[in-house]
């Protein structure tokens, strides 16, 4: 099968990462992948929920958008228009509970909210994943940046995580799908994983077909090859304390 855009079934779209996006937040980065472009940024704030008050402990969470002409069609925001929708919520939702599977929140410096803001500015398919990828980044300049401060004594992250998608379109198994790929996708999958190759969430449909077990191992094979350079990657921007990387 030849891909519109020429890559191999395996291969990844062009990735740069842009770190220190932003002047205010504690942490951001612009992360691109293909035509996708995913702006990400981590604050740390003083306070928690009620629920959570009184233990000692900090929390993370997440908001996603995407902005109105990002899409092919321009979409009204979600804020003039009866609040966020089904499809925002679980991506929000998704980023959190990825997030807060590496931090140590009892390492947070006491009771402080880390709110993580991933703003899509152009999307092409995978937004999710470029979020999440990108939102590591900048939690861990985040992070930094506290530690820094004298606010903690070490970054409280366990791993790196890093997310990709995969699925079949006509017949063949694809890593990294793009928009026009991922729409006509007989079985779409987004895979998020740490830096040791352990599985943090997998959300998969049979879009137009069913799938048996060895179908489902392949995908799972092919999103773990696609996470590890992902992973590299931000290892190499962080360990080299890089300002920009291309893959």
Same mark, same amino acid.
């Given at each position: ?7 191999? %079934?395996?291969? =990844? ?10 002047? &205010?937040? &504690? ?23 009620? /629920? ?6 900090? /929390?993370?969470?997440?908001? +996603? !958008? =995407? ?11 979600? !804020?003039?228009?009866? $609040?966020?929708?089904?499809?925002? &919520? ?16 009892? $390492? ?14 152009? %999307? ?5 994943? %470029?979020?999440?990828?990108?939102? +590591?980044?900048?939690? +861990?300049?985040?992070? %930094?940046? /506290? ?27 694809? =890593? ?6 991922? !729409? ?12 040791? $190759? ?5 959300? $998969? ?19 773990? !090859? ?22």
């Amino acid at each position: 099968m030849q891909r519109r855009d020429g890559r191999e %079934a395996d291969q =990844l779209r062009p990735i740069k990462v842009t770190r220190r996006y932003l002047k &205010h937040a &504690h942490g951001s980065c612009m992360f691109e992948l293909g035509d996708t472009r995913v702006l990400c940024a981590a604050s740390i704030t003083d306070g928690v929920g009620a /629920w959570r008050r009184g233990k000692g402990l900090g /929390w993370v969470t997440a908001e +996603y !958008s =995407l902005l109105p002409a990002s899409t092919h069609t321009r979409s009204r925001r979600e !804020s003039t228009s009866g $609040g966020p929708k089904g499809r925002t &919520h679980e991506i929000q939702r998704l980023i959190g509970r990825s997030m807060r599977s590496i931090v140590d929140m009892s $390492g947070m410096g006491g009771e402080f909210t880390l709110n993580i803001d991933c703003d899509v500015i152009q %999307a092409d398919g995978g937004t999710r994943t %470029a979020a999440i990828t990108g939102a +590591y980044i900048a939690v +861990y300049d985040a992070f %930094a940046r /506290w530690r820094d401060a004298g606010k903690i004594k070490d970054i409280p992250l366990s791993d790196f995580i890093a997310a990709t998608s995969v699925g079949m379109v006509d017949g063949v198994t694809l =890593l990294d799908l793009n928009y026009a790929e991922d !729409s006509i996708a007989e079985i779409d999958m987004n895979v998020v994983m740490d830096g040791q $190759g352990r599985f943090i969430e997998v959300q $998969g449909t049979g879009e137009k077909t069913p799938f048996d077990r060895a179908r489902l191992d392949g995908l799972l094979d092919l999103a773990s !090859s696609g996470i590890d350079r992902i992973v590299d990657l931000q290892r190499r921007v962080i360990e080299e304390d890089l300002d920009v990387i291309e893959l």
